[in-house]
């Protein structure tokens, strides 16, 4: 920058000339530089002023538009975000055959807190216990004090429970939406069923994924978008299913049983219209697993499925069946009752003196064990089991229950004769309930394996021919006497033709072997209508007592055929069936000449 000098020789000389002080033209000169100075200092600080006015305008403009926008939206929680994929919490509903819900999704919230930011944590501790008793108030106030910058409270809050939690007032406590799992029936159907719980979650959202039932077995299908959230049918029917656990349950405390299952089966589809197992849970508050005692003693122990057990004089009747189907009886042969029955050390011994011979068809009303052994050594330990083996008892039931691939029948290691003769009347092979369902199935329908399944089917089954026509129907016939003449007479239901086997089988011993002299497990197969039958119902009970006497009796036929009975009762209405007079059998007539 050039400046003008202070002393300029040529107005120095020029003053001097003319008789001026020069030394006032150095005063001016000074007065004009400072002036120069001032106003650029001055254009300085006002430019500066300018862009620190225009700066606070922007910012108190900004401030004043969030402002509006937060006065005129919805108040909403902070919620903490993390990177990574989202979760999908979408799951398709479950329902009966009849479209009912089983189970569904509720939209719920979760509670979680993040401690440094709380203002009063001893309160909020206090607080929280109040609304969730079953939470502590030192474990909350030691994880609020301590390191910790976040912390489930709890997965599933109620409406009610989350209001009680805002009014507490602190921003350290804030929620997360939550979708969870919702049985509205409780208990209903819940071993079928078996419930969920939440796999990856974070404070956005949960993945519900099934750990039990057909929850898990369609786990996949049922979180399969590409499903379009379309629900999963089964074959159950809600109405049936509640008529049966109230009787069932009833029948199991009157009877002082440990516990007691039913299968109700459509012998012509294989379709489970009911399927109780007690005692029973809660899905929407799942117990944990046991981790100690016996696991039968659980309520999550599926006894239908999970459950194997000798099912006693119940198996009676595929040994006469067979005998039938391979021609080597009819139901009027006669067979050596007279007893003991041995072989080498053992014997095999009746519940009563039955006389020195029955025909087939008595060996089977009166529930002989030794007409039913003394069949089994004519057929033979092979033909017995490939027998056994057409009819499903040497594999798990295919059944769509997680639970139910794991229920392997006991076999015994080596099938002798001795194991033939007692596998005939039901001792020496132990399996479940539902294995038992699907063997009377084949003898109701005439002869062919169904496979039973817990999803709904429009069409019957076509399966393998396992006996003739003529050998099932005079399996069925025995069946009705049986319940007509036999041991099940209190299974009679007027109008539905109730035909059925009862069985009594000592239950082994957990420990040491043998079996308990006063503990049985107590059993009724059976089907309805005997003529014409639509569907098979099986009843056990476990260790049942029935009191109302003298002494005590545990026999099916004090036992579990009654609770059968009260059943089919009340179901069959239910199933549409109506009361109808049995078709009686026409008289043998002999036409001759006159």
């Known amino acids: 920058m050039i400046r003008t000098p202070l002393r300029p020789l040529a107005r120095i000389l020029w003053a001097r000339d003319t008789g001026e002080n020069p030394d006032a033209i150095e005063r001016e000169n000074i007065r004009l530089r400072h002036e120069e100075m001032r106003d650029k200092a001055r254009n300085r600080a006002e430019g500066r002023l300018l862009v620190l006015s225009i700066a606070f305008l922007a910012g108190f403009l900004t401030v004043g538009a969030r402002m509006g926008a937060l006065a005129f939206s919805e108040a909403q929680e902070p919620r903490a975000s993390a990177a990574g994929s989202q979760i999908a919490a979408q799951r398709a509903d479950i329902v009966d055959r009849k479209g009912r819900i089983l189970a569904t999704n509720l939209e719920t919230h979760s509670l ?49 429970q989350k209001q009680a939690v805002h009014d507490i007032g602190d921003p350290g406590l804030l929620f997360g939406p939550r979708e969870m ?76 049983a440990k516990g007691a299952t039913s299968v109700l089966m459509d012998v012509h589809t294989g379709e489970i219209i009911s399927l109780v197992s007690l005692p ?17 003693d659980s309520p999550l122990f599926n006894r239908a499925v999970q459950g194997l057990y000798e099912l006693g004089s119940t198996f009676k009747i595929f040994t006469a069946a ?59 330990g092979e033909r017995q089991q490939d027998f056994l083996r057409d009819l499903g008892f040497f594999d798990p039931t295919p059944l769509e229950v997680v639970e139910a691939k794991g229920a392997q029948p006991l076999l015994p290691k080596k099938w002798s004769e001795l194991s033939a003769m007692t596998i005939s009347y039901g001792h020496g092979l132990s399996s479940s309930p539902l294995h038992l369902a699907a063997g009377y199935a084949a003898i109701a329908n005439g002869g062919k394996r169904v496979v039973p399944t ?50 009594t089988a000592d239950k082994p011993k957990e420990r040491g072997g043998g079996y308990y002299e006063d503990k049985v497990i107590a059993t009724f197969a059976s089907m309805f209508p005997a003529h014409d039958p639509k569907y098979v119902l099986i009843v056990t009970l476990d260790e049942p007592v029935e009191t109302s006497g003298p002494e005590p009796r545990r026999t099916a036929g004090w036992t579990a055929v009654p609770v059968a009975a009260e059943m089919i009762g009340r179901i069959a209405p239910l199933l549409g069936m109506r009361p109808e007079v049995e078709p009686g059998q026409l008289a043998g007539i002999t036409l001759t000449s006159n």
């Not at 969730?132 to 409406?159: A, C, M, N």
């Not at 029973?280 to 944990?288: E, K, L, Q």
């Not at 014997?347 to 039955?354: E, L, Q, T, V, W």
């Not at 025995?478 to 007027?494: C, D, I, W, Y």
């Open 454 to 503: 817990i999803l709904r089917r429009d069409a019957p089954q076509d399966g393998a021919r396992i006996m003739s026509e003529a050998s099932a129907q005079a399996a069925r016939v025995m069946l009705r006497k049986v319940v007509t003449e036999g041991t099940a007479s209190f299974g009679e239901v007027p109008g539905y033709a109730v035909g059925g086997k009862t069985g």
């Open 112 to 160: 979680y807190a993040q401690p440094h930011q709380m203002i009063d944590k001893e309160r909020v501790a206090q607080e929280l216990v109040s609304i969730f008793p079953d939470l502590k108030e030192e474990r909350l106030i030691k994880d609020f004090t301590g390191k910790r910058k976040f912390l489930w409270i709890k997965k599933k809050i109620s409406p009610e």
């Open 322 to 380: 067979q005998a039938m189907d391979i021609g080597i009886a009819n139901p009027s042969t006669m067979v050596k009752t007279a007893g003991p029955l041995k072989w080498g050390k053992f014997k095999i011994r009746d519940f009563r003196n039955y006389g020195s011979e029955l025909s087939l068809t008595k060996v089977i009303v009166k529930s002989s064990n030794i007409g039913t052994a003394r069949m089994a050594q004519v057929i033979g």
């Open 181 to 256: 799992r919702l049985y509205p029936n409780g208990k209903l159907a819940a071993h079928v069923l078996g419930g969920a719980s939440f796999g990856k979650e974070d404070v956005r959202a949960a993945e519900l994924i099934g750990v039990a039932g057909v929850e898990k077995y369609f786990d996949e299908a049922l979180r399969d978008p590409a499903n379009g959230g379309r629900a999963l049918t089964l074959s159950l029917d809600l109405t049936v299913q509640a008529a049966s656990e109230r009787v069932l349950y009833g029948g199991m405390k009157l009877l002082n």
């Open 280 to 296: 029973d849970f809660d899905p929407n508050a799942r117990p944990r697993p046991p981790t100690e005692g016996n696991p039968s």
